[in-house]
């Protein structure tokens, strides 16, 4: 069982930035891929960002050249650098742990971090 806490939302003005960072407990991440996932009002719930156990790192496009993700197993924590902030990065932004490669699958969330994006 892994338990994650997202925080380091908050409101900034556009062009700014944000670090959210994503707290695990109860087990270690180091076996897990980490992703960062966000849900605007009234729209799906879309990935952000993505790290895998192997630090391969993957991004959606609207956030390339803009956000990072990166990870400290020995902290047993996930991070998602946020630069030149667009309004449409308005959204709850949700940290997951995601261990694919052996049965039985486990996936877990944590509770959502609001970042706001607004002059």
């Known amino acids: 069982q892994v338990q994650l806490v997202e925080s380091g939302g908050g409101l900034v003005q556009p062009g700014g930035s944000l670090r959210l960072s994503c707290a695990a407990s109860g087990s270690s991440i180091s076996m897990y891929d980490m992703g960062w996932y966000r849900q605007a009002p009234g729209k799906q719930r879309d990935l952000v960002a993505r790290?895998?156990?192997?630090?391969?790192?993957y991004y959606a496009d609207s956030v390339k050249g803009r956000f990072t993700i990166s990870r400290d197993n020995a902290k047993n924590t996930v991070y998602l650098q946020m630069n030149s902030l667009k309004p449409e990065d308005t959204a709850v932004y949700y940290c997951n742990a995601d261990r694919n490669w052996a049965s039985p699958r486990l996936n877990y969330w944590g509770q959502g971090t609001q970042v706001s994006v607004s002059s």
């Open positions: 790290i895998t156990r192997f630090i391969n790192t």
